[in-house]
Nanobody, 123 residues
Framework: QVQLVESGGGLVQAGGSLRLSCAAS????????MGWFRQVPGKEREFVAV????????AYADSVKGRFTISRDNAKNTVYLQMNSLKPEDTAVYYC????????????????WGQGTQVTVSS
């Protein structure tokens, strides 16, 4: 199982930017599809973005398309989420996740999860 540690969350004003990082401990990270999800207390976990192991395929939730960019550096076992033009509704705990399944946006397909990092966007 891949162990994942997120970082980069924090407090930012609306319109600002943050870059989240997710470091993986497993050397087979390069063979995993990686995803970012987010969750607000009392609501269901929401898909944000996903990237294939080769970085050849990416997909985004409609709510973040054009503002967020997912990328990965397999040499560093790290996946990133660049978040621009942040909105108060982007406030959530952000989780990265890993799966051996071919690109999927379903949370239940991901077997490894990080502990989450809080992103708060003030208006």
């Amino acid at each position: 199982q891949v162990q994942l540690v997120e970082s980069g969350g924090g407090l930012v004003q609306a319109g600002g930017s943050l870059r989240l990082s997710c470091a993986a401990s497993e050397r087979t990270f390069s063979r995993c599809t990686m995803g970012w999800f987010r969750q607000v207390p009392g609501k269901e976990r929401e898909f944000v973005a996903v990237i294939s192991w080769s970085a050849g395929i990416t997909a985004y939730a409609d709510s973040v398309k054009g503002r967020f960019t997912i990328s990965r550096d397999n040499a560093k076992n790290t996946v990133y989420l660049q978040m621009n033009s942040l909105k108060p509704e982007d406030t959530a705990v952000y989780y990265c996740a890993a799966t051996r399944v071919v690109v999927t946006m379903r949370g239940r397909d991901f077997g490894s999860w990080g502990q989450g990092t809080q992103v708060t966007v003030s208006s």
